[in-house]
């Protein structure tokens, strides 16, 4: 295990709401990152947060929004949820910012909107 | 752009028997890094090896090997001795400098008995 935690495991929520995803970081990494994984695709990277800043951001819109505590931890918070959001989400942590250093993952959360 | 393409939507292997997974990649950065993940039908995904643009030997890890041609910008992985446990779906993705993780839509491998 890589010590990467996420919680909840499971969410159902409807369309319209809100839902705040939270991760626990690697001991020692700084960095997290944040990636939404459809049915039978790859994840594709939503943002990064590093020093609690964000430092990147991938092709999604203003609705998905992130925070990272001074412990490193994070937050995904997604408004006005559409079907489309659907997924697993996974959350990476990394000890630098480099973007070539190794990303190691949490089990996810698997996100249902009805 | 950065772009991975794993072209083998479903593989199956021998018990025992050695299985390679394509893996090729675009990018106009000098200095990338290819990783390759496994990803178990929990849905974890767990870092299996790394290999550095500039890296001169293949990166190996256990039973795991980057097949990593530079030139034909490919990072093939190469499981031996395949066992049942191995049976998940597997990424190969790449980053760089310049941009965030990108991965290919994966590949299931299925292990026989």
């Known amino acids: 295990e890589t010590g990467v935690t996420q919680s909840p495991t499971h969410l159902i929520k409807t369309r319209g709401q809100q839902v705040t995803l939270r991760c626990s970081s690697q001991?020692?990494?700084?960095?997290v990152s944040w990636y939404q994984q459809a049915l039978g695709q790859g994840p594709q990277f939503i943002f990064q947060y590093y020093r609690e800043e964000e430092n990147g951001r991938g092709n999604f819109p203003p609705r998905f929004s992130g925070l990272q505590f001074p412990n490193y931890s994070s937050e995904l918070n997604v408004n006005a949820l559409e079907l489309d959001d659907s997924a697993l989400y996974l959350c990476?942590?990394?000890?630098?910012?480099?973007?070539?250093?190794?990303?190691?993952f949490g089990p996810g959360t698997r996100l249902t909107v009805l | 752009a950065q772009k991975i393409t794993q072209t083998q939507p479903g593989m199956f292997v021998q018990e025992k028997e050695a299985v390679t997974l394509d893996c090729t990649y675009d990018t106009s950065d000098p200095s990338y890094g290819l990783f390759w993940y496994k990803q178990p039908s929990s849905g974890e995904m767990i870092f299996l090896i790394y290999q550095g643009s500039y890296d001169q030997q293949n990166a190996t890890e256990g039973r795991y090997s980057l097949n990593f041609q530079k030139a034909r910008k490919s990072a093939n992985l190469v499981i031996s001795a395949s066992q049942l446990g191995d049976s998940a779906m597997y990424f190969c993705?790449?980053?760089?400098?310049?941009?965030?993780?990108?991965f290919g839509k994966g590949t299931r491998l299925s292990v026989i008995a």
């Open positions: 993705a790449m980053s760089s400098r310049n941009t965030p993780l990108v």
């Open positions: 001991s020692g990494h700084n960095t």
């Open positions: 990476a942590s990394s000890p630098r910012t480099g973007r070539t250093d190794t990303q190691y």
